[in-house]
């Protein structure tokens, strides 16, 4: 494909904002929002997985389990109501065929053969009775699982082989959409744009943010978050530590922050931002998003004394890197 495919990766903290800025993005022709978060890059068992695996902690043993674990994720991924990830069908934003050809393809760049391998991991007490009473045979290793022999990466290598593998799913969408930007909002890209920056050639960075006091009260009412406030403060802190460490290493034009509540409130400069951040025309089409229906500052109501006492504690020297008061 040589028409320019620009990827842009909206990310935060969860509950932040990322998924209201991705449709509005999508109001623009030449602009497509991937409808679901992707994963493939940033979940557990995902492409960071597979690079400790392959470059920073390699042996025949990790490398076998992570490409074994990559592979099943995105078999996970692939296909709608089906595995782990029930809610994902990515196959059906670029086809079938492309995906199945896209996938072997990115794993046989690392896999060097497979085999039947009886090592410790791979066996359970009848593989071993089988092993030691028949030795190693054609009979014997039909019982054995698969396993694969992937050879060890630079990080160059590695970020050159991934980023291709990431940009070609990009183009694909576009092609399949007519669109010249895609988007794509998994929340946890904010913390791992490094990686993806490097990865991926032009690639930049949205991260919208949002009082972190009300993506807490967020997370409380989430079967993936903690009725405990306490817990969802140390996630949330963490993440925003780990991108304001991140941050200084990476270049402005390369990323940009925008205020969830300043969308809201003072929508054409903020957006204004983010047009002229991704080269973009201001669209008329963004004001048939309902924006109106949020909540801000719900930590006010939503929290008892004792709970908001925890939060100015916690966040005091959080807020102001956000612009917000304690």
Same mark, same amino acid.
């Given at each position: 494909?040589?028409?320019?495919? *620009?990827?842009?990766?909206?990310?935060?903290?969860?509950?932040?904002?990322?998924?209201?800025?991705?449709?509005?993005?999508?109001?623009? /022709?030449?602009?497509?929002?991937?409808?679901?978060?992707?994963?493939?890059?940033? /979940?557990?068992?995902?492409?960071?997985?597979?690079?400790?695996?392959?470059?920073?902690?390699? $042996?025949?043993?990790?490398?076998? +389990?992570?490409?074994?674990?990559?592979?099943?994720?995105?078999?996970?991924?692939?296909?709608?109501?089906?595995?782990?990830?029930?809610?994902?069908?990515?196959?059906?934003?670029?086809? =079938?065929?492309?995906?199945?050809?896209?996938?072997?393809?990115?794993?046989?760049?690392?896999?060097?053969?497979?085999?039947?391998?009886?090592?410790?991991?791979?066996? #359970?007490?009848? #593989?071993?009775?089988?092993?030691?009473?028949?030795?190693?045979?054609?009979?014997?290793?039909? +019982?054995?699982?698969?396993?694969?022999?992937?050879?060890?990466?630079?990080?160059?290598?590695?970020?050159?082989?991934?980023?291709?593998?990431?940009?070609?799913?990009?183009? *694909?969408?576009?092609?399949? #959409?007519?669109?010249?930007?895609?988007?794509?909002?998994?929340?946890?890209?904010?913390?791992?744009?490094?990686?993806?920056?490097?990865?991926?050639?032009?690639?930049?960075?949205?991260?919208?943010?949002?009082?972190?006091?009300?993506?807490?009260? $967020?997370?409380?009412?989430?079967?993936?978050?903690? $009725?405990?406030?306490?817990?969802?403060?140390?996630?949330?802190? =963490?993440?925003?530590?780990?991108?304001?460490?991140?941050?200084?290493?990476?270049?402005?034009?390369?990323?940009?922050?925008? $205020?969830?509540?300043?969308?809201?409130?003072? +929508?054409?400069?903020?957006?204004?931002?983010?047009?002229?951040?991704?080269?973009?025309?201001?669209?008329?089409?963004?004001?048939?998003?309902?924006?109106?229906?949020?909540?801000?500052?719900?930590?006010?109501? /939503?929290?008892?004394?004792?709970?908001?006492?925890?939060?100015?504690?916690?966040?005091?020297?959080?807020?102001?890197?956000?612009?917000?008061?304690?």
């Amino acid at each position: 494909m040589s028409k320019f495919i *620009q990827p842009i990766f909206v990310g935060g903290t969860g509950r932040s904002g990322t998924t209201i800025l991705s449709k509005l993005l999508n109001q623009v /022709d030449s602009v497509y929002t991937i409808p679901q978060e992707i994963r493939f890059i940033t /979940d557990p068992d995902g492409i960071l997985s597979l690079k400790h695996a392959l470059v920073s902690d390699w $042996s025949k043993f990790n490398s076998d +389990f992570a490409m074994e674990r990559f592979l099943k994720l995105m078999d996970h991924l692939k296909t709608r109501y089906n595995g782990r990830y029930p809610n994902h069908g990515l196959a059906k934003l670029v086809s =079938d065929e492309f995906y199945e050809t896209w996938v072997r393809e990115f794993s046989h760049h690392f896999i060097g053969h497979t085999l039947k391998s009886g090592w410790a991991a791979r066996v #359970n007490l009848m #593989n071993k009775g089988l092993l030691k009473t028949f030795g190693k045979n054609a009979l014997t290793e039909s +019982f054995l699982d698969e396993s694969y022999y992937c050879h060890p990466q630079s990080l160059d290598k590695f970020n050159e082989v991934s980023g291709q593998f990431i940009q070609s799913f990009f183009n *694909q969408v576009a092609k399949l #959409n007519n669109a010249e930007i895609i988007v794509e909002h998994t929340p946890s890209n904010l913390i791992h744009f490094d990686f993806i920056m490097d990865a991926v050639q032009h690639s930049k960075l949205i991260h919208i943010h949002r009082d972190p006091r009300d993506v807490i009260c $967020s997370y409380k009412t989430k079967e993936w978050g903690s $009725s405990e406030i306490q817990m969802n403060v140390h996630w949330i802190k =963490d993440v925003l530590s780990q991108w304001q460490l991140k941050k200084k290493s990476i270049s402005t034009e390369r990323y940009l922050e925008i $205020s969830f509540e300043r969308i809201i409130h003072s +929508f054409e400069t903020e957006i204004d931002k983010v047009c002229n951040f991704l080269g973009i025309q201001y669209s008329e089409k963004f004001l048939e998003i309902e924006l109106k229906q949020h909540n801000i500052g719900r930590w006010e109501h /939503d929290l008892d004394e004792k709970e908001k006492s925890i939060l100015k504690s916690e966040l005091k020297n959080t807020l102001p890197d956000y612009e917000y008061t304690n």
